[in-house]
């Protein structure tokens, strides 16, 4: 049995979207879906979703990412225990028909602790594996681009300096997007808008996603944990989503595109100052 955990936030007809998906993908009776939505729906929309599934649990405020969905995965675990469940954003959609049989046959061909699906987009940069960062250098170059980065976007004009420096740099020489893995593989980060978790992973902890972030590099803290306890983490390249990328963000953020990318390196930094410091005590044990 599956037990799916979506995260609402405001985006209501990609949540019904991605619910649809799952009930037109997976056989039922095979499956249960948790809504958790982060203090955003209006009563009538709270019915629709009721209508839709018949667990949706409302946080009186927005948790944020991993704690919203802790919120979920505490509920399914305890109601369902189900053998596995899965993590996914409300803006994924499943493709396959035989998604949960998918996730069955890997399991028993790797033991997988939490696993990644190969993600489908228009062009973004959702990917698995994913790149994250492994080493403090690594991670204080980025707090220090983040921090330059909130100094320019306070500016009108240093973005729009910046707009255009970007523009012509991607004209004279236009990044490569980032692919998704042709081969499957072990022991490597999975993308956080679909991981799905296996029973032997959510045995072991209380929280499944690191709960002191609010978002961003969530991927990170979970590598950290599987690279520390030695878990099996998996890409599976042969389970498909698709990813339409940043959809409750830029909802949330409507027209203030500059608000927008202050708040996301405002918590790029708050995430990976926390990572450091998780890095820093490990290394000094």
Do not use: W
């Amino acid at each position: 049995m599956v037990a799916f955990v979506i995260l609402h936030y405001k985006n209501m007809t990609d949540t019904i979207e991605c619910i649809a998906s799952i009930k037109e993908k997976c056989p039922k009776k095979s499956y249960e879906i948790v809504v958790v939505d982060n203090g955003t729906l209006q009563d009538y929309e709270k019915k629709r979703l009721l209508k839709e599934t018949k667990h949706v649990l409302c946080n009186e405020e927005n948790l944020g990412f991993a704690k919203g969905n802790n919120v979920g995965i505490r509920y399914a675990i305890s109601n369902f225990h189900p053998d596995f469940f899965v993590v996914l954003n409300s803006d994924i959609v499943l493709l396959q028909n035989d998604f949960i049989s998918r996730i069955e046959s890997s399991y028993q061909a790797t033991s997988f602790d939490f696993m990644g699906p190969k993600i489908l987009t228009n062009g973004g940069d959702s990917v698995n594996p994913f790149p994250v960062y492994r080493s403090l250098n690594e991670v204080n170059r980025a707090i220090k681009k983040s921090k330059q980065l909130i100094f320019i976007y306070r500016s009108r004009i240093l973005s729009f300096l910046l707009s255009c420096y970007m523009s012509l740099k991607h004209q004279l020489k236009p990044i490569k997007p980032l692919e998704n893995g042709d081969k499957s593989m072990y022991d490597v980060a999975v993308h956080g808008c679909c991981i799905i978790f296996s029973k032997k992973y959510y045995e072991k902890y209380d929280d499944v996603f690191y709960p002191e972030t609010f978002l961003y590099h969530e991927e990170e803290f979970l590598e950290f944990r599987r690279v520390n306890d030695h878990l099996i983490s998996y890409y599976d390249e042969s389970i498909s989503v698709f990813h339409k990328e940043g959809a409750s963000l830029n909802m949330a953020f409507e027209n203030q595109e500059r608000k927008k990318l202050i708040f996301r390196n405002q918590e790029i930094i708050r995430s990976l100052s926390l990572l450091k410091k998780l890095m820093m005590d490990a290394k000094m044990d």
